[in-house]
Protein backbone atom coordinates (compact mmCIF):
# COMPACT_ATOMS: atom_id res chain seq x y z
CA UNK A 1 0.00 0.00 0.00
CA UNK A 2 1.02 3.62 -0.75
CA UNK A 3 0.73 6.63 1.15
CA UNK A 4 0.80 10.11 1.12
CA UNK A 5 4.55 11.50 2.10
CA UNK A 6 3.23 13.28 4.36
CA UNK A 7 1.49 10.19 6.43
CA UNK A 8 5.28 8.88 6.37
CA UNK A 9 6.55 11.85 7.43
CA UNK A 10 3.85 12.51 10.31
CA UNK A 11 4.46 9.12 11.64
CA UNK A 12 8.24 9.93 11.51
CA UNK A 13 7.42 12.88 13.99
CA UNK A 14 4.86 11.10 15.86
CA UNK A 15 7.90 8.75 16.54
CA UNK A 16 10.28 11.42 17.20
CA UNK A 17 8.28 12.78 19.49
CA UNK A 18 7.52 9.82 21.60
CA UNK A 19 11.19 9.16 21.65
CA UNK A 20 12.12 12.85 22.62
CA UNK A 21 14.23 13.44 19.69
CA UNK A 22 14.43 16.90 17.81
CA UNK A 23 13.91 16.23 13.88
CA UNK A 24 14.83 18.65 11.53
CA UNK A 25 13.39 19.14 7.95
CA UNK A 26 16.41 17.56 6.46
CA UNK A 27 16.67 14.56 8.44
CA UNK A 28 12.90 14.32 8.28
CA UNK A 29 13.62 14.06 4.39
CA UNK A 30 15.87 11.64 4.63
CA UNK A 31 14.23 9.20 7.01
CA UNK A 32 10.98 9.41 4.44
CA UNK A 33 13.83 8.53 1.28
CA UNK A 34 15.26 5.70 3.46
CA UNK A 35 11.90 4.20 4.06
CA UNK A 36 10.56 4.19 0.59
CA UNK A 37 13.53 3.15 -0.60
CA UNK A 38 13.91 0.07 2.04
CA UNK A 39 9.92 -0.46 1.45
CA UNK A 40 10.61 -0.87 -2.36
CA UNK A 41 13.55 -3.21 -1.55
CA UNK A 42 11.74 -5.48 0.83
CA UNK A 43 7.85 -5.50 -0.31
CA UNK A 44 8.77 -4.17 -4.25
CA UNK A 45 6.33 -1.99 -3.91
CA UNK A 46 6.44 2.17 -3.08
CA UNK A 47 5.73 3.28 0.37
CA UNK A 48 4.73 7.32 -1.10
CA UNK A 49 3.30 8.16 -4.07
CA UNK A 50 5.01 10.89 -5.05
CA UNK A 51 8.32 10.96 -6.76
CA UNK A 52 11.80 11.42 -5.56
CA UNK A 53 13.23 14.36 -6.66
CA UNK A 54 17.34 15.03 -7.51
CA UNK A 55 18.45 18.04 -5.81
CA UNK A 56 21.50 19.59 -6.03
CA UNK A 57 21.57 18.89 -2.01
CA UNK A 58 20.32 15.18 -2.12
CA UNK A 59 16.96 13.50 -2.90
CA UNK A 60 13.78 15.34 -2.04
CA UNK A 61 10.24 14.65 -1.69
CA UNK A 62 8.80 18.05 -2.89
CA UNK A 63 5.56 18.13 -0.80
CA UNK A 64 7.83 17.27 2.19
CA UNK A 65 9.98 20.00 1.64
CA UNK A 66 7.54 22.65 0.93
CA UNK A 67 5.48 21.86 4.39
CA UNK A 68 8.06 21.56 6.68
CA UNK A 69 10.60 24.20 5.16
CA UNK A 70 9.59 26.90 7.53
CA UNK A 71 10.86 25.34 10.33
CA UNK A 72 14.82 25.30 8.94
CA UNK A 73 17.36 23.18 11.26
CA UNK A 74 15.07 23.85 14.08
CA UNK A 75 13.35 20.71 15.10
CA UNK A 76 9.87 20.38 13.71
CA UNK A 77 6.95 21.03 16.14
CA UNK A 78 3.62 19.96 14.25
CA UNK A 79 2.38 17.92 11.60
CA UNK A 80 1.91 18.69 8.14
CA UNK A 81 -1.26 18.69 6.70
CA UNK A 82 -2.00 15.82 4.59
CA UNK A 83 -4.97 17.38 2.10
CA UNK A 84 -5.88 13.71 0.82
CA UNK A 85 -8.48 13.63 3.59
CA UNK A 86 -7.03 10.28 4.76
CA UNK A 87 -5.57 9.47 8.17
CA UNK A 88 -2.91 11.93 9.04
CA UNK A 89 -0.20 8.74 10.07
CA UNK A 90 0.50 5.38 8.85
CA UNK A 91 -2.35 2.82 11.10
CA UNK A 92 0.50 1.12 13.37
CA UNK A 93 -1.11 -2.06 12.62
CA UNK A 94 -0.15 -1.59 8.61
CA UNK A 95 2.89 -3.57 8.05
CA UNK A 96 4.37 -0.59 6.05
CA UNK A 97 4.35 1.14 10.17
CA UNK A 98 6.76 -1.62 11.02
CA UNK A 99 9.17 -1.19 7.84
CA UNK A 100 8.74 2.89 9.26
CA UNK A 101 9.18 2.54 12.65
CA UNK A 102 12.47 -0.20 11.79
CA UNK A 103 14.33 2.49 10.08
CA UNK A 104 13.30 4.83 12.78
CA UNK A 105 14.81 2.81 15.12
CA UNK A 106 17.86 2.35 12.98
CA UNK A 107 19.00 6.15 11.62
CA UNK A 108 17.15 7.99 14.46
CA UNK A 109 20.35 8.66 15.95
CA UNK A 110 21.84 10.00 12.94
CA UNK A 111 22.14 13.51 12.34
CA UNK A 112 20.02 15.35 9.17
CA UNK A 113 23.81 15.87 7.98
CA UNK A 114 25.28 12.64 8.46
CA UNK A 115 22.01 11.08 6.67
CA UNK A 116 22.53 13.53 3.97
CA UNK A 117 26.11 12.45 3.65
CA UNK A 118 25.08 8.88 3.10
CA UNK A 119 22.34 9.81 0.27
CA UNK A 120 25.36 11.43 -0.97
CA UNK A 121 27.82 8.34 -1.68
CA UNK A 122 28.66 7.65 -4.93
CA UNK A 123 27.17 5.12 -7.02
CA UNK A 124 23.62 6.47 -4.76
CA UNK A 125 20.64 7.02 -6.53
CA UNK A 126 20.73 10.42 -6.38
CA UNK A 127 24.41 10.25 -7.23
CA UNK A 128 23.97 8.22 -10.64
CA UNK A 129 20.89 10.79 -11.32
CA UNK A 130 22.25 14.17 -10.46
CA UNK A 131 24.45 16.61 -11.92
CA UNK A 132 24.56 20.32 -12.85
CA UNK A 133 22.68 19.62 -16.30
CA UNK A 134 19.83 17.94 -15.11
CA UNK A 135 17.24 20.25 -13.96
CA UNK A 136 16.23 20.20 -10.21
CA UNK A 137 13.22 18.24 -9.99
CA UNK A 138 14.22 15.25 -11.66
CA UNK A 139 12.70 11.84 -10.82
CA UNK A 140 15.30 9.51 -9.46
CA UNK A 141 13.65 5.84 -11.01
CA UNK A 142 11.78 3.61 -8.61
CA UNK A 143 13.85 0.79 -10.20
CA UNK A 144 17.09 2.56 -9.75
CA UNK A 145 16.22 3.65 -5.69
CA UNK A 146 15.07 -0.17 -5.20
CA UNK A 147 18.13 -1.51 -6.88
CA UNK A 148 20.24 0.38 -4.70
CA UNK A 149 18.34 -0.54 -1.58
CA UNK A 150 18.48 -4.16 -2.64
CA UNK A 151 22.29 -3.83 -2.95
CA UNK A 152 22.48 -2.39 0.79
CA UNK A 153 20.72 -5.10 2.04
CA UNK A 154 23.12 -7.97 0.56
CA UNK A 155 26.14 -5.97 2.24
CA UNK A 156 24.60 -6.04 5.66
Known amino acids: MTYSPLQVANTFIDLASSDNHGLSTMKLLKLVYLAHGWNLAINDEPLINEPVEAWQYGPVISSIYHEFKSYGNT ?11 GDQVVNNQDISYQLIKRVWDVYKSFSGIQLSNKTHE ?11 EVPRGTDIPNELIKSHFKELAIRQ
Open 122 to 132: PNTPWSNTWSR
Open 75 to 85: PISGKGMDWTG
